[in-house]
């Protein structure tokens, strides 16, 4: 059991190292990169080199005279301080870009992953408990087109709906421009709900069919068991049933899919918040990239790569707590 | 055993009882009347498909969807005669697991696997309003007289238990609110030899310790025969042959008895004379008219192919199903010895 945890976390702990190591060597690979381009540019406009070479030091930790190992090192011991570089299009810390922007993509892509779970998991049992009626053939129709519509499609049509044609919401942004936590935290709270409605309501609709059907075909399945046929023979009322033995047999095997998919939504945030303007690390990964800002790119990768990394830790430590079977989790891995 | 019966005490009567599919096209339970005496151990035998589960669950009410029961079924309850398929659901709910209680198929299934076995006697008991702290200490005595640990059991969870253990805890929970007769649907199919045998010995004792009525159902004859009082041969959707357990083992009287019991391995039969039936047992769509057994039948004749034979008595308590239960008795030979008591044969 403390062995399973062990090597749980020394799992999670050499991939962040191998994912840290990884962007360590491709800085170096990538071709031409921004930093041939910004020397070139500045010495173009007459910086002396000495002073060129300095500022791109001090941008991307890049000594490129010190031995590959001492980089290596500094590189290493300069991200466990937080020091993820300096990004070249914004002339700020990465780091500081990040804690700006994370805990907004968090707010949404957490949030969104929620709904999505708490809408399929009550849409599928019903789908199941009225499997092969009316409402189960129309409810999986809807699944299946609504998973089949990419969510930055519906996230276009949602601004043009109900942000230009009858203005409801805001089309763009996390917040309106001069209202801050200062100008009153429940003015502040309200705002920011109103911008993130929309890249949730897109999020949530293309991504609630898939788990729905798969919620479905779970509760079918434990329906099907005999133990739900002996605990109706002995008499629990059918709320009992639904609730400890279908709800419960038929949730388990969607956790560990719960967890892993808030992962990977951080990850496919650089598409939605492009969609709709919203200033999250998806946003920013958008720019760097435009800009061919490595250290930014690098950075916000490396987050969504933890970020992920973590979610599936998490799944795998807490699966034996809901579901009694997994006690030494090796039947079970999520990775 | 069988002389303990009191004839006239029947704890539970079938009356044409049929368990239909598909708007009445195909039988699963064709017109079987039984009854069941009170304290007795009935085994019902039959092969696979034969309509043995159905018959358990008609006993209940708890025909799959969308299956459809007709015919009477009434239990007779120590003060009132209770007609099964006239309660309504609450009363049905009270009559089930307090009243008739069942083991199914495979233990290994019939608990929930995300909870601990005591709660699934919390929740019986309190489905049917027991008080909690009495009917826990008697899910104790039960779970000891079956040979379980109490405390370990209760706080395990179903995958902590080895398949004899979780039989043997099913056994105990459907036994939690005293019900008068318990009704077991191939109690031992996924276990060993060993445990199979040494469930039956718990069975026996149970059944004297609490005074129970015991409807054993399995397709394994030999199994059978060293627990039941009384056997009933199921074919094709109706029993066929119903008798004592010593009567039926030594005087068999229906041509498919005589040829299940000659396909039965057994230490007295060498292995070069034991039969297999010719033919295969027919679906529920096309069940032969007449007798369903005529196809297969050696003794077959143009009366078989078109009537359905009505019970017939070879000896007191001894029906049969067979207009030539005579013939078939001298023409179809045993290839045990018939002298030999019928115990032996397990």
């Given at each position: 059991m403390i062995n399973y945890y062990f090597q749980r976390s020394a799992r999670a702990v050499l991939t962040i190292w191998v994912v840290i190591t990884a962007t360590f060597g491709m800085i170096r690979l990538l071709p031409g990169g921004p930093l041939a381009q910004l020397e070139a540019k500045l010495l173009r406009q007459g910086v002396p080199a000495g002073q060129v070479d300095a500022m791109l030091q001090t941008y991307q930790n890049v000594h490129p005279d010190k031995p590959i190992e001492v980089q290596y090192i500094d590189y290493v011991v300069a991200l466990i301080q937080g020091d993820l570089g300096t990004s070249i299009s914004r002339n700020k810390p990465v780091m500081t870009i990040i804690a700006d922007a994370l805990p907004w993509t968090i707010f949404v892509m957490v949030t969104a992953t929620f709904l999505i779970f708490a809408i399929a998991i009550v849409w599928g049992a019903l789908m199941a408990y009225r499997e092969g009626g009316a409402f189960d053939l129309l409810s999986s129709g809807a699944s299946i087109v609504l998973s089949s519509v990419p969510f930055y499609v519906l996230g276009i049509a949602l601004i043009i709906v109900f942000g230009y044609q009858l203005e409801l919401l805001p089309t763009g942004y996390r917040s309106t421009s001069g209202i801050d936590p200062e100008s009153g935290l429940l003015v502040f709270i309200l705002d920011a709900l109103d911008h993130a409605y929309l890249p949730i309501l897109s999020m949530v609709l293309a991504g609630v069919g898939l788990q729905a059907l798969a919620m479905r075909g779970n509760a079918i399945q434990v329906l099907g068991a005999d133990y739900v046929r002996v605990a109706r023979l002995r008499g629990l009322s059918d709320r009992r049933v639904a609730v400890r033995y279908v709800a419960r047999n038929a949730i388990l095997p969607m956790y560990t899919g719960?967890?892993?998919?808030?992962?990977?939504?951080?990850?496919?945030?650089?598409?939605?918040?492009?969609?709709?303007?919203y200033n999250g690390i998806g946003y920013y990964m958008f720019l760097g990239l435009d800009n061919r800002d490595y250290p930014l790119m690098m950075g916000i990768f490396l987050i969504i790569t933890t970020a992920l990394v973590i979610s599936v830790y998490i799944a795998d430590l807490t699966y034996g707590l809901i579901d009694p079977r997994i006690t030494t989790g090796e039947s079970n891995e999520t990775y | 055993m069988a002389q303990t019966h009191q004839p006239d005490d029947p704890i539970a009567t079938l009356e044409d009882v049929s368990v239909t599919y598909d708007d009445g096209t195909s039988f699963v339970?064709?017109?079987?009347?039984?009854?069941?005496?009170r304290g007795e151990i009935l085994g019902i035998v039959g092969e696979s498909g034969s309509g043995k589960s159905m018959l358990a669950s008609s006993l209940l009410?708890?025909?799959?969807?969308?299956?459809?029961?007709?015919?009477?079924?009434?239990?007779?309850?120590?003060?009132?005669?209770?007609?099964?398929?006239?309660?309504?659901?609450?009363?049905?709910?009270?009559?089930?697991?307090?009243?008739?209680?069942?083991?199914f198929q495979g233990a290994m299934s019939s608990f929930n696997p995300t909870m601990q076995i005591r709660d699934h006697f919390i929740e019986t008991i309190e489905a049917h309003n027991g008080g909690v702290q009495a009917g826990m200490d008697r899910a104790r005595q039960l779970l000891s007289d079956l040979y379980l640990d109490p405390d370990r059991v209760l706080e395990s969870y179903p995958h902590e238990l080895s398949g004899g253990m979780q039989q043997r805890a099913l056994i105990a929970l459907s036994l939690v609110l005293d019900p008068e007769l318990l009704v077991m649907d191939e109690p031992t199919?996924?276990?060993?030899?060993?445990?199979?045998?040494?469930?039956?010995?718990?069975?026996?004792?149970?059944?004297?310790?609490?005074?129970?009525?015991?409807?054993?159902?399995?397709?394994?004859?030999?199994?059978?025969?060293?627990?039941?009082?009384?056997?009933?041969?199921?074919?094709?959707?109706?029993?066929?042959?119903?008798?004592?357990?010593?009567?039926?083992?030594?005087?068999?009287?229906?041509?498919?008895?005589?040829?299940?019991?000659?396909?039965?391995?057994?230490?007295?039969?060498?292995?070069a004379e034991m039969r297999p039936i010719e033919g295969q047992s027919p679906a529920p769509i096309n069940v032969p008219s007449g007798c369903s057994y005529n196809p297969r039948c050696p003794l077959a004749t143009e009366e078989c192919r078109t009537t359905d034979p009505a019970m017939d008595s070879p000896a007191p308590e001894h029906s049969v199903a067979c207009f030539y239960w005579e013939k078939a008795q001298w023409e179809i030979e045993l290839n045990y010895a018939t002298d030999q008591p019928g115990g032996d044969h397990s």
């Open positions: 719960f967890l892993t998919l808030i992962g990977f939504n951080l990850g496919g945030s650089v598409i939605l918040e492009e969609v709709f303007n | 339970l064709d017109n079987v009347s039984l009854h069941v005496e009410d708890a025909i799959p969807d969308p299956g459809y029961l007709s015919g009477s079924i009434t239990y007779q309850a120590e003060e009132k005669t209770i007609d099964v398929l006239e309660l309504g659901q609450s009363e049905l709910r009270s009559l089930r697991w307090e009243e008739i209680s069942m083991v199919a996924a276990l060993d030899l060993l445990m199979q045998q040494s469930i039956l010995l718990l069975l026996r004792e149970l059944q004297e310790k609490y005074q129970l009525t015991m409807i054993f159902i399995t397709h394994d004859l030999a199994l059978v025969g060293a627990l039941a009082d009384r056997l009933a041969v199921m074919y094709a959707f109706d029993i066929v042959e119903l008798a004592p357990k010593q009567q039926l083992l030594s005087n068999p009287s229906h041509p498919y008895t005589r040829a299940l019991l000659n396909s039965t391995p057994n230490l007295q039969a060498p292995l």
